[in-house]
C-alpha cells in the first residue's frame, strides 16, 4: 500500500520561501502522476500542481504559476513543491496526491487513490 508523507511547512512572511516535500514508502513515485493540492479553511481543496510520470510535463495553476515550482527525485522516491514568493492567500494544508501507475496528470480530486496527511502552511506578517 502506498503511504505519502509531506513535511517541509511552516509559518512564514510574505515573500519568504517554503519547500514541500512528499515522502513515499510501499510504492515507486516516478510510474505515477503526482499532484499538490491545498485547502484553507472553508474552502474546497484545489489543485496547484502536479508532475507527470517519469516527471516529463508539469502543471501550474494559475495562481502560482511563476512563482512554485514542482520537481522528482527519483532516487528519494519524493516530489518536491519549491514555493517561492509567498503570499498571506497562499495560506492553506497542502497535500501531496498519488494517481494509479503510469496516469497523466490532473486536477480533480477524486482522480487521485492516494493522500498525504497534510502539512500546513501559514504566510503572514
Known amino acids: 500500500q502506498l503511504q505519502l508523507v509531506e513535511s517541509g511547512g511552516g509559518l512564514v512572511q510574505p515573500g519568504q520561501s517554503l519547500r514541500l516535500s512528499c515522502a513515499a514508502s510501499g510504492g515507486t513515485l516516478n510510474v505515477r502522476a503526482i499532484g499538490w493540492f491545498r485547502q484553507a479553511p472553508g474552502k474546497e481543496r484545489e489543485g496547484v500542481s502536479c508532475i507527470s510520470t517519469g516527471g516529463g510535463s508539469t502543471n501550474y495553476s494559475d495562481s502560482v504559476k511563476g512563482r512554485f515550482t514542482i520537481s522528482r527525485d527519483s532516487a528519494k522516491n519524493t516530489v518536491y513543491l519549491q514555493m517561492n514568493s509567498l503570499k498571506p492567500e497562499d495560506t492553506a494544508t497542502y497535500y501531496c496526491?498519488?494517481?494509479?501507475?503510469?496516469?497523466?496528470?490532473?486536477?480533480?480530486?477524486?482522480?487521485?487513490?492516494?493522500w498525504g496527511q497534510g502539512t500546513q502552511v501559514t504566510v503572514s506578517s
Open positions: 496526491a498519488a494517481r494509479q501507475p503510469l496516469s497523466q496528470c490532473s486536477a480533480y480530486v477524486s482522480d487521485y487513490a492516494y
